[in-house]
């Protein structure tokens, strides 16, 4: 247990669905991560948030919409995904100094059909 | 821009082996750097960390020294048990515009350990 949870778990969705993955973090951190695991490449980080102000969007297409209300959720909101969008989608919560730790939810393993 | 490169694996090993997984990362300015590792349908969670040249970080028999000479964070243990069987991955962290930690990640390295 790290302090950060994500759910769900497991999600299949088809194409045309619209569905949300949400994050919640107890720790107490100011900055938020979404971040997206494929097979075989290194970790991409998608969406940041620090203080609930999106500060980094790393060149994420439009099919997917970040959502922090407050500084202990983030959601993702999904729709009109592609196959090729499945993979393990990996929330974390740090603090603001580049010596902090950031902290990881077990993420949730997507299934575009 | 900052960057990670680690060895791919799969490295497998017999139980009681020596570990050595090679981490050399190329940055401006003074990263902390960080071994995660992953267990099989689980997030990332922090192995040890080094935040400054010359630190050793260690943690349940693994070490990695900070090494800005050769920029390197080699991660090391003496005999490895079936349960280290992950995957590692080295990153390094800067700080982002905005007050936020930007953190760049290896590609990861899958260790197997047979008993």
């Known amino acids: 247990e790290t302090g950060v949870t994500q759910t769900p778990r497991h999600l299949v969705m088809g194409m045309t669905n619209k569905k949300s993955l949400k994050c919640e973090q107890h720790?107490?951190?100011?900055?938020m991560y979404w971040y997206k695991q494929s097979a075989k490449k290194p970790l991409e980080l998608m969406f940041v948030y620090s203080l609930e102000e999106r500060v980094e969007n790393n060149s994420v297409p439009s099919r997917f919409s970040p959502e922090c209300p407050n500084s202990s959720h983030l959601f993702l909101h999904l729709h009109t995904l592609q196959p090729e969008d499945s993979a393990l989608y990996l929330c974390?919560?740090?603090?603001?100094?580049?010596?902090?730790?950031?902290?990881f939810g077990p993420g949730t393993r997507l299934t575009v059909l | 821009g900052n960057s990670v490169t680690q060895m791919e694996g799969p490295v497998t090993l017999s139980e009681e082996a020596f570990l050595t997984i090679n981490c050399t990362y190329t940055a401006t300015g003074y990263p902390s750097l960080f071994w995660y590792v992953q267990y099989p349908g689980e997030g990332l969670q922090l192995l040890l960390k080094a935040t400054k040249a010359d630190d050793k970080g260690s943690n349940k028999g693994f070490e990695a020294t900070y090494r800005k000479e050769t920029t390197s964070f080699h991660l090391e243990k003496g005999s490895v048990q079936v349960s280290d069987s992950a995957v590692y991955f080295c990153a390094l962290s800067d700080r982002g515009q905005g007050g936020y930690q930007k953190v760049t990640f290896g590609i990861g390295t899958k260790l197997q350990v047979i008993p």
């Open positions: 720790l107490g951190h100011n900055a």
């Open positions: 974390a919560s740090s603090g603001t100094q580049n010596t902090d730790t950031q902290y």
